[in-house]
């Protein structure tokens, strides 16, 4: 058995968002992400195989490919044996407890994938996007996240609707923020980061009283601003560390 | 006047580090990063740039080219109106103050960028690199530095050698060390990251006695381990904020 014609044609689809929306499926790719997808509430549609990639997976679910047709549909450049397509998991309701992050207009696929991974280090709760962050099904933060994906929950809203809804105490990371290390952060709260390029929207910036900064300690104030995976690194670790 | 044969073969070299050994250049692209490394002491060898790219560099320092020769150079997606040649700067001396940041085997060369840039914010003295780690020349990781690279220092030595030499009390992040929010960090210090999927080598675990892990805060215990770029950022942090 080998891929079919409309096997391929969905798989290569899928890398677009309406594809994936349209089928309910996301690609994963390689040993590592798979076989940690797999032990997860995930659910396997198809695995697409090399003969040497060992499962326990049901076999109908398994078409053996070769080396070949590994390479044709993978979006890697080394394909590690294995590309699976998993179904897209329902949405659960809102938690609204714990510490939050949202994203407002993330672009980069690779800053979204390390902040789940983040997000899942510092046991966030859960991670709300808006609605023209970069899809979590994306192939390349399906691959950045690691596995992170099947334990972080990731939810688009539309982030005014959101914000106002909420009570929890709410934090917008802000170059003209008060410096995070003299800050007063609560244990339950919601952290904003935003665009990679402009920060946290205007809008997003007038419903919210408390801006957090991170200060340069460089001499040369040149540098212009952290990545916002970085600073995402470094504000979660404050909130974290002081509870 | 347009690139010569000779010149597209120089540039094109330039992706091999024994070429820009050789050359003694390296490539920058893009007008922010292009216009930081024009402001700073590195010097510019030549520019290839299209018209509309202004600078004050003397003429007989420019090659204008047309978007299509300038897409035939570019190693990006989306070139943006010049690429350049600088110099390779020589190396400074030893610093051995402040807060240094040693690499073990980074090959990441996104990861490596970023990092310079961490240290840029976050007024490291010097990056210390061993001979295996990426080149910083290298041209992404060019790119991911953003600029940095003309401010931060950095030299490839003999770990071994160069962790025998020096009095500074010196750190490594290591999964099994101490919660670093619970550890004593000292003001001068260096401070020592491992390869990306291995951490540290032993033969350099077994000249340092101070270890520093990020602990987990995630319920369920599976996420591997940070990104080494993001555990270094929040090393940084801690470090940084004490003082």
Redesign the interface.
Known sequence: MSISKNQLKVITSLSQKKYRQKHQLFVAEGVKVVA?LINSPFKVDTLFALDNFETTISKEKIVRISEKELQKISNLKSPNKVLALFKIPEEKPLQNTGLIIVLDAINDP?NLG?II??C????VTELICSKDTVDCYNPKVVQAS???LT?IPVKYLDLEVYLKSTKITTFIADMDGQNV?QSDLTKEAILIMGNEANGVSEEIKSLVTHKLS?P?????Q???S??V???T??LL??F??SF
């Open positions: 940690e690779g390390t991974r983040l899942d280090w510092f046991g690691m596995g992170s334990r290390y991170i340069r300690f460089g001499e040369i040149k540098t212009e952290l990545n995976a970085t600073a690194a470094i670790s404050e974290k560390r």
